[in-house]
């Protein structure tokens, strides 16, 4: 099954992926990198941690600064936005922050030779079949951490829970939020004594103090205004959340808005509405306060969770259309 993996990985995915790049800047970017041309060598053992994007980076940035790694850790993202927050937030703490490989041996061989890890440690999950056996035929041990399968992923997984079978069992050990995502990695394939539940790492991220709170609240000149947050929010659903802010402030003028989209490439549209509405506008990189307008766009990385420590209200989306929800804790 893997060596049929990787005949349709290298005939599909690979073009796929070559031409859709010519007109997607987050798909181009790091490149080279994903394809195994990596630019440093390691001489001694490392720890691998990867973080598929902004969400995960911020549950790696909790794991390292709670343990005390003795290797020099290599941080790998999947996304720009990733990248970002990573450098943003873990450039002290990690020695190199670069891009994961695409799943090929080549890539993946390349990356190991550069990287020299010890181990490797998958934050919440990401399966891929072809790195898992080559980690296995390494005898380079391979942890997912923080693990989970939602519902959806879960009944994909279970079709194909045969295939998974062979895959899951190159994993050193799966560590996961939940008895029920426990069950459902020992149902799709994995070795019961290998899934441990742990909890999850969205309880231990640190809360923004009192300092940081106001600094955004000078920031933001606002002091003594209501706030109000819709988070991580997607294009479906802007329309609908900003007609519900435009109905609130007719009852509660003072209400201010800000708006955080899950991706930034969907800023344009949030603000085509705004103006299509006649609201009174600005975005976060440019400095926008709410003594010149009434709604914020957050169009900047790596800060949702401190400005979550000026807002009043906190709306977090992706439940008013078909994505579902994400986690509210980062907002508690």
Request: net charge neutral.
């Amino acid at each position: 099954m893997l060596k049929l993996y990787n005949f349709l990985y290298n005939l599909l995915a690979v073009p796929l992926i070559n031409i859709l790049g010519l007109f997607s800047q987050k798909i181009e970017a790091g490149k080279k990198e994903k394809f195994g041309n990596y630019g440093f060598k390691f001489l001694n053992r490392t720890i691998w941690i990867h973080a598929v994007s902004v969400g995960e980076v911020m549950l790696a940035q909790t794991l390292i600064n709670n343990m005390h790694f003795k290797n020099d850790i290599v941080l790998t993202t999947s996304t720009p936005q990733g990248q970002e927050l990573a450098k943003n937030k873990l450039s002290d703490k990690c020695k190199v922050i670069t891009y994961f490989p695409y799943d090929t041996t080549k890539a993946i061989k390349n990356a190991v030779k550069a990287i020299n890890p010890e181990m490797v440690i998958i934050v919440e999950t990401e399966i891929w079949p072809n790195f898992a056996h080559i980690m296995k035929e390494l005898a380079i041990p391979l942890f997912i951490i923080n693990g989970r399968i939602s519902e959806r992923t879960f009944k994909s997984y279970k079709r194909l829970s045969f295939f998974f079978k062979n895959v899951l069992k190159n994993y050193s050990a799966i560590l996961t939020q939940t008895h029920e995502d426990a069950n459902r990695f020992v149902e799709i394939g994995a070795a019961e004594n290998k899934v441990v539940v742990s909890g999850n790492i969205k309880f231990d991220i640190e809360k923004p103090d009192d300092y940081i709170k106001h600094k955004y609240r000078l920031l933001f000149k606002a002091l003594n205004e209501k706030v109000m947050i819709f988070a991580s929010t997607h294009p479906d659903e802007n329309k609908l959340l900003i007609e519900t802010y435009v109905k609130l402030k007719d009852d509660f003028e003072d209400l201010k808005l800000i708006i955080a989209p899950r991706h930034l490439e969907n800023v344009e549209s949030i603000e085509n509405i705004l103006n299509s509405k006649s609201i009174l506008s600005g975005k976060k990189s440019a400095d926008a306060s709410f003594d010149k307008c009434d709604v914020i766009i957050l169009d900047t990385t790596g800060e949702l969770s401190n400005i979550y420590s000026i807002c009043d209200v906190c709306v977090i989306c992706g439940s008013f259309d078909k994505t579902g929800g994400h986690n509210p804790l980062e907002a508690t």
